[in-house]
C-alpha cells in the first residue's frame, strides 16, 4: 500500500484542522501512487473552515503524472538522525538507491540534522490529544487504554514554556531542513524502522539492542518527517527475508506535493512491485 502524507492545509475539504495545531495530516492510501492521485483530486481544495487551508484546487492531481527525473538531487539518508534501524529495513533500504539512480537522478549521501524533532513531536503530541479529547467524560475515559491516559495527563500537566519551548523546536527544524532543500529536490530515508510486528505486542521496545525509552520512540522515523511538516510518501520496495513488506519514505519541499507524487510513481515503475497492486486509476 502506498501513503501519502499531504502538506498542512492541503486538507480534505470540509475535514477542518482541530485546534489548527494537530501533527496528523490527511492524507489518502491506496495501492499504487497513481491512486493516491486520484483521491486528492478529488478529496484536496480550499475548506473555509481551516485558516491553514492552500486555495489551490484539488483538479490538479488529476493531471498527468509521468515525468523525467534525470537530474533531480536527492539526499539519500542512510543514517537518519542517528536512529536504531533493523537490519532487514535497512537492506532492503540500501538495495533502492540504484533504482532511483536507474531514473536519472542524482543520489548524495546526507545526514540532516533532526535535533529537537523528537521533544518538540511529544510535547505537541500530549497538547493535541489534550485539545481533542481533554474534555471528555471521566467515564469515557476509563474506556481508553493506558497510554492515550498518559498522553491526556501529560497535555493536561504542560506548561506554556513547554509549549513555547516545542514550537521553537518545530521552527528551528522546519528552517534547517528547509535550507537543506535548497540543494536538493528531495530526501529518501527508510519509512518504518522495524518490520510488521505480533499483532498481540503492544509495540516495540528495543531494536537491535538499542532500547526504546516510550511507546512511540520506535515511529521516530516517521513522526520526525511529520513535524517537517514536508510532503511525505510511503511507497513499497521490497520484502525481508520473512516476505514482510517493506517502504521508502520519500519527502519533497514545503507544499510540492505534487513533486513527491511524481518520483513516487517513477519509482513505482521500475521497482519491480507494480504488477502485484493493479491500479484503478488506469481503469476509468
Avoid at 125 to 132: I, N, P
Avoid at 229 to 245: C, K, M, N, Q, W
Avoid at 248 to 273: C, K, P, S, T
Wanted: hydrophobic share 40%; proline share 7%; net charge neutral.
Amino acid at each position: 500500500m502506498v501513503g501519502f502524507r499531504t502538506s498542512p492545509g492541503r486538507v480534505p475539504r470540509g475535514a477542518s484542522d482541530a485546534g489548527w495545531n494537530t501533527l496528523s495530516v490527511l492524507g489518502p492510501m491506496a495501492r499504487t501512487v497513481q491512486d493516491v492521485a486520484l483521491f486528492l483530486s478529488v478529496m484536496a481544495g480550499p475548506d473555509t473552515s481551516s485558516p491553514l487551508s492552500i486555495h489551490e484546487p484539488g483538479l490538479r492531481f488529476a493531471q498527468p503524472i509521468e515525468r523525467d527525473c534525470k537530474g533531480l538531487r536527492i539526499a539519500w539518508c542512510p543514517t537518519f538522525g542517528g536512529l536504531p534501524f533493523d537490519r532487514r529495513i535497512r537492506g532492503v533500504f540500501d538495495s533502492q538507491r540504484k533504482k532511483f539512480e536507474s531514473l536519472g537522478c542524482v543520489t548524495e549521501d546526507t545526514d540532516p540534522d533532526f535535533s529537537g524533532a523528537d521533544e518538540a513531536f511529544k510535547v505537541l503530541r500530549a497538547l493535541s490529544f489534550y485539545q481533542q479529547y481533554g474534555a471528555l467524560p471521566q467515564a469515557q475515559r476509563a474506556q481508553m487504554k493506558d497510554t492515550i491516559k498518559q498522553e491526556l495527563e501529560r497535555g493536561l500537566r504542560l506548561t506554556a514554556p513547554e509549549i513555547a519551548a516545542a514550537e521553537t523546536k518545530r521552527s528551528r527544524l522546519f528552517a534547517r531542513i528547509g535550507r537543506l532543500m535548497e540543494n536538493y529536490d528531495f530526501l529518501l530515508l527508510p519509512v518504518t524502522q522495524v518490520p510488521a510486528f505480533d499483532i498481540d505486542q503492544e509495540y516495540v521496545k528495543e531494536i537491535e539492542g538499542t532500547k526504546m525509552g516510550s511507546y512511540i520512540d520506535w515511529m521516530r522515523s516517521c513522526y520526525f518527517i511529520t513535524v517537517t511538516a514536508l510532503p511525505a510518501i510511503s511507497v513499497p520496495a521490497g520484502f525481508t527475508p520473512e516476505r514482510l513488506p517493506v517502504g521508502v519514505q520519500i519527502v519533497g519541499r514545503h507544499q510540492d506535493d505534487w513533486g513527491v507524487l511524481q518520483i513516487a510513481h517513477a519509482f513505482e515503475q521500475v521497482n519491480g512491485l507494480k504488477k502485484r497492486f493493479p491500479s484503478v486509476a488506469t481503469a476509468i
